[in-house]
């Protein structure tokens, strides 16, 4: 799913450990969590 947060503004993340391995650089300026 990581391949994909730059397509939709609708991002899916898992909770705890997952979240640090986001890379907010490549989400959009304005998303919903």
Known sequence: M???LHIS???ICGNG???KD???SRLPKE???
């Open 31 to 33: 998303y919903d969590v």
């Open 17 to 19: 450990p997952s979240l």
């Open 2 to 4: 990581k391949d994909n």
């Open 9 to 11: 503004n609708a991002i």
């Open 22 to 24: 986001i890379d907010y």
